[in-house]
């Protein structure tokens, strides 16, 4: 003879009150969209100071589909060993130590980090650009 419960519970939500929320959120976020201007006049402040001017631009590298590595206003091509004794030399004239490293699409990856690494251990601020 089995006396359990032949009715059991179940312990399912319906979601017939989830899709009702939904539809009213839709209904008003459609309503508000329709009440907002768009030409609101804002009032930005001006900048009356001219920002200041380096005193020396940044020392430009560029890196060659070859992995080699030429600065700016030179066709002289650099290997990494070459090129660190220049580097060294010319950042000594610059009084803010920054340099702008340019890479050509093809380059390889590891000729920039390098590049980057070089800057990091002089203490140099490395600036990656993107020329397109």
């Known amino acids: ?7 059991k519970v179940k312990a399912e939500g ?9 539809f009213l959120l839709l209904i ?17 402040p001006k900048n009356s100071e001219l920002p200041p001017s380096t005193s ?3 020392l430009v590298v560029g890196v060659t589909a070859n992995s080699t590595y030429v600065l700016e206003h030179s066709d002289q091509e650099y290997e990494m060993a070459e090129l660190i004794p220049v580097l060294d030399a010319k950042m000594a004239e610059q009084t803010e130590k920054s340099i702008k490293i340019s890479g050509d699409k093809v380059a390889n990856y590891e000729a920039i980090f ?12 490395p600036v990656l650009a993107f020329t397109p």
């Open 14 to 22: 319906g979601m017939s009150s989830m899709t009702d929320l939904v």
């Open 28 to 44: 008003f976020f459609i309503i508000m969209s329709t009440k907002v201007e768009h030409n609101i006049p804002i009032d930005l």
């Open 114 to 125: 390098q590049l980057v690494a070089l800057a990091k251990q002089r203490e140099w601020k």
């Open 1 to 7: 003879m089995d006396l359990g419960r032949r009715n």
């Open 56 to 58: 020396n631009p940044p």
